[in-house]
């Protein structure tokens, strides 16, 4: 899971890296996300893998298990294919609920994790395939559901193609259900206090936010897009919206993520789950 960028920003991140708002094309969203999880990878996963677990299936930092939501239905028996799986968490749970679970993510560190994990429990690999999502290496039809808890979405710059690709791979009834930034997080800063409760930028500004070096490469990019773009990107792609879930903060959680905090938690969404059926 990726925080939120800070809107209409024009300074220096963690890195040093510049962040900006501009253009970001396929190709250059595609090599910065790959080297940015590299990078990355081992810090991510020392920050947030207690929260995530070992083979925990949430889908959001509001804590949302599919345990309980049950938004990919029953999995037993299913081919299930986890778009930007980072360690595998959730394959790992998937299996445990006796589905065949392949994890897919550009970066092969965040997928060595998911072989150290395995390793450490001395169980069964969860099969791992590394790929851009916008360009599955899958034949038509390969699988009967697909997922994705805050990956891959939020960092292709062509998203109507990624469903595309989704929908290519999925047989007919399957069903493709993710998690993103709830759009209307892109008008407010990425803050958890009270400074990420006033809206700054349009909420229909679609400038991708982009870290860049001093070279003014791209490090870092997500891409905006609203309610009424992914819906379009699911009707085009062929698919039919099931349902859409927006986790409300619980009460008893204390954790912040990022921008996700109990405060702007109660009063504003953080986090669109999409529900959707291949046609």
């Known amino acids: 899971m990726a925080t939120t960028p800070q809107s209409d920003v024009h300074d220096l991140d963690d890195d040093g890296d510049d962040a900006v708002r501009r253009d970001a094309q396929a190709g250059e969203s595609s090599h910065a996300s790959r080297h ?112 994705s808890a805050y990956g891959a979405v939020p960092f292709s710059a062509d998203t109507g193609a990624l469903m595309r690709e989704v929908h290519r791979v999925l047989r007919p009834g399957g069903r493709w259900v993710f998690s993103v930034t709830h759009p209307i997080r892109w008008a407010f800063p990425d803050e958890p206090g009270v400074e990420g409760l006033t809206a700054v930028a349009s909420y229909f500004d679609r400038t991708p936010y982009v870290e860049q070096d001093e070279h003014g490469r791209a490090t870092y990019v997500e891409h905006h897009r609203t309610v009424g773009d992914r819906v379009r990107e699911l009707v085009g792609a062929g698919f039919r919206l099931v349902d859409l879930v927006e986790p409300e903060w619980p009460e008893g959680h204390e954790q912040e993520w990022g921008g996700w905090s109990p405060l702007r938690g109660r009063l504003i969404p953080g986090t669109a789950i999409f529900v959707a059926e291949r046609d």
Not at 112 to 137: E, F, G, K, M
């Open 36 to 147: 940015w999880w590299d990078r990355n990878a081992d810090e991510y996963q020392d920050e947030h893998g207690e929260f995530l677990g070992d083979d925990r299936f949430t889908w959001c930092p509001e804590g949302l298990d599919e345990a309980d939501a049950r938004l990919l239905g029953e999995v037993e028996g299913l081919t299930v294919l986890e778009i930007g799986a980072g360690a595998a968490q959730c394959s790992r749970w998937l299996a445990r609920q006796g589905a065949r679970p392949v994890a897919l993510d550009i970066s092969f560190r965040q997928l060595q994790h998911s072989l150290r994990i395995d390793l450490a429990r001395d169980t069964p690999p969860v099969p791992v395939v590394q790929a851009d999502a916008a360009v599955l290496p899958f034949a038509d039809g390969s699988f009967d559901a697909a997922c």
